[in-house]
């Protein structure tokens, strides 16, 4: 069969034309792929992989790593990106930008260190920047007077040892005046008005140290120490309960504080309470016994209690005259109760 020239002609050029069209559709095969693994180089299962934009902050695709760690994802639309890696128990980490193209498969590994989860730098709006610049400035000018401000908040403890606590709060302000946001050094010069008998200015200074700190549980079991002094009880009591709440294991001291406070305000029934709390977070608490007793001496329906607890003190109890009370206590009870 005879095929002309011209009719070859046409065929090469249709040939040409559906090369030419195939084109685009290769161009939609953009491909990032990777691996997962933690510090050890285990892989990571589950691992979020967010594929994020560079020039978007809404075009973004998210896929999941696998048993073995690996990830892939097809199909991405031209342009650069970066690749971020989340997974529990691990701080996220990010790589890019890489350009998506259609060469070849782009692979992009990534590995996560133990940690919690955070913004990274690039997610910080620009309002937590400046925050952030704020705090580090401030974080190296505190570096700068560290050594300064220790040797002066030294001074300051020495002179309090010794009793001269005037001279101690105004060493505790030289050190301030360096470095404001001390709560130690606030807490140490509160603590020597208190001991001046300046308690307005004492709990002034430990609402101060406490909007530093506002977990520190010492700082409030000292605010409710300065309460009960100048005959707050009731904002005593809850700065008590607020340090034993804070911090459970020294909750025995905190109950202990608060039952006092009741015993002050001739509250017996509700201090015992806070007595027997006392001694449940502490049994070796040797003063909560003794006050218990105290407390339960009073009526004939808790006197063998009141025995039980001052025979616990007896025992335990490091203070002679408290030691010769319990005996004299537990000898009238017990003579009381055969009448």
């Known amino acids: 069969m005879h095929i002309s020239s011209r009719n070859f002609g046409l065929i090469g050029i249709s040939l040409i034309l559906l090369l030419a069209l195939a084109v685009p559709a290769m161009a939609q095969n953009r491909i990032f792929q990777g691996k997962v693994t933690d510090d050890k180089g285990q892989p990571i299962v589950g691992a979020q992989i967010t594929i994020q934009a560079m020039d978007s902050k809404t075009r973004q695709y998210t896929t999941k790593t696998d048993k073995k760690g690996a990830w892939i994802y097809m199909g991405l639309a031209a342009g650069e990106y970066r690749v971020i890696a989340r997974a529990n128990g691990f701080a996220p980490n990010a790589k890019g930008p ?38 580090q400035e401030k974080a190296e000018k505190r570096k700068q007077f560290s050594a300064e401000v220790q040797a002066t908040f030294d001074a300051g403890l020495k002179l309090a040892a010794e009793g001269k606590h005037e001279e101690a709060i105004a060493e505790f302000k030289k050190a301030l005046e360096k470095d404001p946001e001390q709560p130690n050094i606030l807490a140490n010069m509160a603590d020597s008005y208190s001991k001046m008998d300046k308690n307005t200015e004492a709990l002034e200074i430990y609402e101060k140290a406490i909007a530093i700190r506002p977990d520190e549980a010492a700082l409030y079991t000292n605010k409710g120490v300065i309460l009960s002094k100048i005959g707050k009880n009731t904002e005593s009591q809850e ?21 006092a406070t009741l015993v002050n305000n001739g509250k017996m029934p509700e201090a015992a309470e806070s007595f027997k709390q006392a001694i449940a977070a502490d049994p070796n608490f040797a003063e909560a016994y003794y006050q218990l007793g105290m407390c339960l001496s009073g009526k004939a329906e808790t006197m063998p209690d009141a025995i039980k607890a001052l025979e616990t003190y007896i025992k335990m109890g490091k203070k002679p005259d408290q030691i010769d009370t319990s005996k004299q206590i537990i000898d009238y009870l017990q003579k009381s109760l055969k009448k």
């Open 98 to 135: 890489y350009a998506a193209t259609i060469q070849a498969p782009i692979v992009i590994d990534l590995q996560l260190v133990p940690g919690s989860d955070g913004k990274l730098p690039f997610e910080f709006s620009e309002q937590e920047m400046e925050q952030m610049k704020k705090e």
């Open 239 to 259: 700065a008590f309960k607020k340090a034993a709440s804070l911090n459970p294991a020294a909750s025995a001291q905190n109950f202990y504080n608060i039952g």
